[in-house]
């Protein structure tokens, strides 16, 4: 009878469990089908996991058949960046698959490089009249400020004497504002027009004005040429910035309105871009790897015609947090049977709850883990985050039977102590440079729902006043560890965090062409040392903070908490407040600190991550010290 009883329960809590995430990910409509289901233009990025430009790792011959033969049925043309490195058996390829190409040749600060790249990109464009329909000569190098306008006019003076196709180069849409003796060169004009980057960001539907705008600036300014929109789309996963927020309905939604928008008006236009590229990771976070219409492993995000799930793997995420409660139950079978049936029900679905966010944690950050060390990250947070859960469920079983012990308040008060420790390290790194990190709120998603949920049930179950019955100490207990085992712990964390940081050091330093672009030694280990404390997948430094924390008054980490809270906030607004178009739009320095302030307050990313780590500073805070030590 307690047995069916339980099994009845499980089946509740799978089903609400079933229900709201059914409800969360319903087929949405994200605008009218693409026609044919075929885009004018991608981009075009051969790299795979594991392959980087920055590591000079480059795709095989047969993985770019591969990638050109999926795109055959996707669209009409393709935009390379470079003509070298594997890049010059694209337009071969290209032929045997009927695609048109529109072919780059990259320009760094390398002069030599450069040459190669020119010599080239002139070489293929005669080769392949056919196939290459136009060429382009640099990308945003402008921009980043690898070359002088003159140098530039130079090389792109030297592809159009040597071939026939139309020369252009390609920037953001306002250099090209900037640069108006580079665009007096071109035969055509592209212009990247990137709304999520845009200064000041956008809602998802305020996108196709905002083009449709920027591309009439470029028409007024310079009407005599055709235009080509170079690069445009949307981000599927990473950082929210203001309301513009990266998801996978929203790129469907962003790609088929552009598609609408540009044959209504002809515009030309291709997309950034075909395939997600795990590389860019390096420079841009999670957000700069998730531009694709395709996977790395070269799995469609999204159709281009018919609704959208934003998340299609959902059913497998309840199937999994299923088997975690059911493994909870199959623990705890006898204690369970003594509870009462209220009581079961509310440990059951408390259960589902913290499984359902392990389960959504891991996948998520599985998913935007690109490395063997960010791997590692994820399943070390992971591990963190079960052994929590499953002590906050143990603790909450030990109130709802009024058995409280010690050592469970232990277990829980030091792995609250990592979290915080995690949290620190990342609060920092988004205060200090956080354009490209993303939000980490699902990383404390079980330590934060956790503590709300047991001090929501302590409530409930001490019938209290508010005051009294969400004190704290139920959930950590009394006892600590004694001063030398403290002590020991914090030197073997810092001993594992200087280990870790080597570690993490050769990775960073393996990962991109660090010798070449920082020569003296000195200034490369200073730039791999800014990495390796802004990285927003390793844990070296959290390590060394752990080391710190677990040694000093609970308030004193709150404190410092609170503070990193205030630095995120300020260095969010202040990222917007030195942008060069939001200078422009607004010359007050109060009118921006204003705007940025807004931009940065109605980010309901970092809003979750604000409220999480208020969460631990609260729990740390309140917790009144009755310790009694252990050995």
Not at 61 to 67: A, C, G, P, R
Not at 175 to 186: A, C, G, I, N, T
Not at 242 to 250: H, M, T, Y
């Amino acid at each position: 009878m307690k047995n069916s009883r339980l099994i009845l329960f499980l089946l509740i809590v799978v089903a609400v469990n079933g229900l709201f995430s059914w409800l969360c990910n319903l087929p949405q409509n994200a605008g009218p089908d693409v026609p044919d289901g075929k885009i004018s233009s991608f981009s075009y990025a051969p790299f795979r996991e594991g392959q980087s430009p920055l590591s000079r790792k480059f795709p095989r011959v047969d993985q770019i058949d591969e990638d050109l033969h999926l795109l055959a049925g996707e669209t009409y043309s393709i935009r390379t960046y470079s003509s070298m490195d594997g890049m010059e058996e694209v337009p071969g390829i290209a032929r045997k698959y009927g695609l048109k190409v529109i072919q780059g040749a990259w320009i760094g600060g390398t002069a030599k490089n450069n040459e190669a790249e020119v010599k080239q990109l002139i070489r293929l464009a005669n080769e392949y009249p056919d196939v290459i329909t136009r060429v382009i000569v640099g990308n945003e190098v402008l921009l980043r400020g690898e070359q002088k306008p003159n140098q530039l006019i130079h090389y792109i003076r030297q592809v159009k004497q040597a071939i026939k196709q139309p020369v252009s180069y390609a920037d953001v849409w306002s250099f090209y504002l900037r640069y108006p003796e580079v665009v007096q060169e071109l035969d055509y004009y592209t212009v990247h027009i990137l709304p999520y980057w845009e200064d000041e960001p956008l809602k998802i539907d305020e996108t196709t004005a905002r083009i449709e705008e920027n591309y009439s600036k470029i028409r007024d300014a310079f009407p005599a040429k055709p235009i080509l929109i170079g690069e445009t789309g949307w981000p599927s996963a990473g950082r929210q910035r203001g309301a513009a927020l990266p998801s996978v309905v929203n790129e469907a939604k962003f790609i088929r309105s552009l598609v609408q928008l540009a044959n209504k008006n002809g515009f030309d236009y291709n997309i950034v871009e075909a395939f997600n590229q795990p590389w860019k990771s390096k420079l841009e976070g999670v957000v700069g790897a998730n531009w694709g219409v395709y996977s790395a492993d070269r799995e469609r995000v999204f159709p281009l015609t018919g609704d959208v799930v934003d998340n299609p793997k959902w059913s497998k995420r309840v199937l999994f947090a299923s088997f975690l409660t059911l493994l909870v139950v199959s623990v705890r079978l006898k204690s369970l049977q003594q509870l009462t049936s209220l009581h079961q029900l509310v440990f059951l679905g408390f259960t589902q709850l913290l499984s359902a966010l392990l389960v959504n944690q891991m996948d998520n950050y599985w998913y935007t883990s690109y490395s063997l060390i960010e791997r590692f990250h994820v399943l070390f947070i992971g591990g963190l985050s079960l052994l929590l859960g499953a002590a906050i469920l143990q603790r909450t079983l030990e109130l709802l039977s009024d058995k409280l012990t010690q050592i469970t308040g232990l277990w829980i008060r030091y792995l609250v102590l990592a979290f915080v420790a995690v949290a620190l390290y990342k609060s920092q790194s988004l205060a200090m440079s956080g354009r490209y990190l993303s939000f980490p709120y699902p990383l404390t998603s079980v330590p934060v729902i956790g503590i709300i949920g047991f001090m929501l049930i302590r409530f409930f179950e001490k019938g209290q006043d508010i005051a009294t019955a969400l004190e704290f100490n139920d959930l950590f207990g009394a006892r600590v560890f004694s001063v030398g085992r403290t002590k020991a712990i914090s030197v073997a964390l810092a001993i594992f965090g200087v280990i870790l940081i080597g570690i993490e050091t050769v990775f960073v330093l393996q990962s991109a062409n660090y010798e070449i672009a920082y020569p003296n030694f000195f200034a490369r280990m200073y730039e791999v040392f800014l990495v390796t404390i802004n990285y927003n997948q390793l844990l070296g430094w959290a390590m060394l903070i752990g080391a710190l924390i677990i040694r000093i008054p609970l308030r004193i980490s709150a404190f410092v908490l609170a503070f990193m809270l205030g630095e995120i906030i300020l260095g969010e607004t202040y990222a917007f407040v030195i942008l060069d178009d939001f200078v422009d739009n607004y010359p007050s320095l109060a009118q921006r600190f204003r705007w940025g302030f807004y931009y940065t307050i109605t980010n309901t990313q970092l809003l979750s991550w604000v409220a999480s780590v208020l969460v631990l500073a609260v729990t740390l805070w309140d917790y009144k010290e009755q310790q009694v030590h252990t050995h």
